[in-house]
């Protein structure tokens, strides 16, 4: 077995999970990870713990969303059964076909999406991650080799995850306190953001691995202006370009996109929550030097914003404040490398890519 798949394992076993003798352990894989399952399976083993496969099949999938009518649409319950018995989730993307999904209708996505919220919502209570698993197909979708590509995830995962703790703990303390954040980006993107009482996640990979962001969550109602996202929106195998979005009290009140607007106006309508943002995301991983048209990877890139469309995240929540609840949860990014800067109560600590914090800034 390759050495960086055992590492990979290790990674998520320990690190990500920190799994023991008592736990119910789903892995939920693709085919084409059966690799990384293997090596998984033998940590989880040395840890005496009880491991159990969900195989993923794009193929299966779209044959049955294809002849599904989107009024059938239901909740698994014998899914939902079975996560409320687990107590650790790993998820691995690694398709053979990127856009095995294109050709099904975005209605369809949508009417997935709410069917699966119940099982989402319990697999938020659990101990979970989300990784990537290297394969052709994405090296393809990324514009690399398969070797450049495999090099590129693992050089992303194995790395000295307390150091970059440190690093973003700098940008933690300033928003921490900050009561308003504002986002401008060129001539098409000016946002403020109400985030005051809320929480600031420092990301170092627990929940995505790989990890690399520093996060929050704006009070529903707080989100006002215009954001236009740089970078292509990636949804059940079809890509939305020049997506913009309008909010006003914390709705989306207009959208466009120069490409597949009807993938966005499916995301939106998908319920009620979809139209909030439930978090704001500000990637500070310099080993992603690169976008690579995988969320996973381009949401923690340095010099980049996303918000995410639909369910807020629970670690950002105090108590008893008001949460936003959605089917879905959906980035979209945001190129802050030139032309660009990210305001704190007025105060300027990013712009064109540079912390106030980093070497290079230009107050």
Request: aromatic content about 4%; glycine content about 10%.
């Amino acid at each position: 077995m390759d050495d960086h798949v055992r590492r990979h394992a290790e990674v998520l076993v320990d690190y990500c999970t920190d799994i023991g003798a008592e736990d119910d352990v789903l892995i939920r894989a693709p085919t084409a990870a059966e690799e990384l399952v293997v090596a998984l399976y033998e940590q989880v083993g040395k840890r005496g713990a009880r491991p159990v496969t969900s195989w993923r099949n794009a193929r299966a999938g779209r044959a049955y969303a294809r002849t599904m009518d989107s009024g059938n649409y239901r909740t698994k319950e014998h899914e939902l059964a079975a996560m409320e018995e687990t107590d650790v989730v790993i998820l691995i993307s690694g398709e053979t076909n990127t856009a095995e999904g294109a050709d099904v209708d975005s209605e369809k996505a949508a009417a997935s999406s709410r069917a699966r919220g119940p099982i989402l919502d319990e697999r938020l209570d659990k101990q979970w991650v989300i990784t990537q698993h290297p394969t052709p197909a994405h090296a393809q979708k990324a514009g690399m080799s398969t070797e450049a590509w495999t090099d590129f995830v693992y050089g992303a995962i194995d790395r000295d995850w307390s150091a970059q703790h440190t690093i973003r703990e700098q940008l933690v303390e300033l928003l921490d306190p900050a009561e308003e954040v504002r986002i401008v980006s060129g001539e098409a993107t000016d946002i403020r953001l109400s985030v005051d009482g809320m929480g600031t996640l420092n990301d170092d990979g627990e929940e995505n691995m790989p990890g690399g962001e520093v996060a929050t969550v704006p009070v529903p109602g707080g989100v006002n202006g215009e954001v236009a996202f740089d970078l292509p929106l990636r949804r059940n195998g079809r890509e939305t370009h020049d997506a913009s979005l309008t909010f006003e009290n914390g709705e989306v009140v207009e959208h466009a996109a120069g490409r597949n607007e009807a993938v966005l106006t499916s995301l939106l309508e998908t319920d009620e929550g979809a139209r909030r943002v439930g978090e704001l995301g500000i990637g500070m991983n310099h080993g992603i030097d690169r976008v690579i048209h995988d969320l996973l990877f381009d949401e923690k890139t340095a010099e980049t914003v996303h918000l995410a469309l639909g369910d807020a995240i629970e670690e950002c929540m105090p108590d008893g404040r008001e949460s936003n609840e959605s089917a879905i949860h959906v980035d979209m990014l945001v190129d802050m490398s030139s032309d660009s800067r990210i305001e704190l109560d007025g105060e300027v600590v990013q712009r064109d890519g540079a912390f106030r914090f980093e070497e290079g800034f230009d107050g």
